[in-house]
């Protein structure tokens, strides 16, 4: 059986560009919605876009995700396409990237499908709050970095992804992770697929959920590389302005 360890962080964050590139792709509805208020997962796309999203997701060294898409979705966070694997494997790659959790808590149940499902390193990423017995628990599974006294400490988490050889990072969700990574001038580009479709609600998350940003100075800004449509709906890939 593998074994995993667990890495607890003590040091604070560097600004030194050494960090990991952060790519975020979501698909929302036209009223900019990722599901529904109930965190339903609801089919925005279609397969050109899947295939899209599996070649980035092949590109990457790390797939990551909070800790409520987990909870609400169960993703396995693999590769799906046989030629996307074959090429991750030619190139001396496993078939999957890492997959990252991010889980202040250790709320990640023990049987999530990313834990499990296919091959590859799994990372849980908790805060010195969490229950040591959750954290255990996990431990049979992941490897654990304990970053961050009452939240898992994003900029001091990428540091040390980095420092274990993770380059790239693809983020599928959810809002709120999505908003800290932002807030915290970590995300160097997003991908926005649009879909013909409204969800509607108020309590329905978005692409940066959180508290938001309040003042225009705070607001980030964005460059768009390119506007494609796919399907009935449109691709939108921005660079994040970030200072």
Not at 189 to 208: H, M, Q, S, V
Not at 210 to 226: D, K
Request: aromatic fraction near 4%; charge should be positive; include cysteine.
């Amino acid at each position: 059986m593998q074994k995993y360890r667990r890495i607890e962080i003590k040091r604070k964050a560097t600004w030194i560009r050494m960090r990991p590139h952060v790519v975020v792709n979501v698909a929302m509805s036209a009223d900019g919605k990722l599901s529904t208020r109930e965190r339903r997962q609801v089919k925005i796309s279609g397969a050109q876009d899947f295939t899209r999203v599996d070649r980035l997701k092949a590109g990457s060294d790390a797939v990551m995700v909070g800790i409520g898409t987990v909870l609400a979705d169960d993703p396995s966070l693999t590769v799906k396409g046989e030629e996307c694997r074959q090429h991750r494997k030619n190139r001396g790659d496993t078939e999957h990237p890492a997959r990252i959790v991010v889980d202040s808590s250790a709320r990640t149940p023990p049987g999530a499908k990313v834990l499990h499902t296919g091959e590859g390193k799994r990372i849980i990423a908790v805060s010195r709050k969490a229950d040591p017995e959750r954290i255990a628990a996990l431990e049979a599974f992941a490897t654990v970095i304990v970053a961050g006294e009452d939240k898992v400490d994003l900029p001091v988490l990428l540091d040390e992804l980095a420092s274990l050889g993770i380059r790239r990072i693809m983020v599928e969700g959810g809002g709120t992770l999505i908003e800290g990574l932002l807030r915290a001038g970590l995300v160097d580009e997003i991908y926005t697929f649009i879909g013909n479709i409204i969800i509607g609600g108020r309590d329905a998350p978005t692409l940066a959920d959180g508290s938001g940003f309040v003042r225009e100075t705070e607001f980030l800004r964005l460059t768009l590389l390119e506007a494609r449509k796919i399907e009935s709906g449109i691709l939108l890939h921005w660079h994040v302005e970030n200072g």
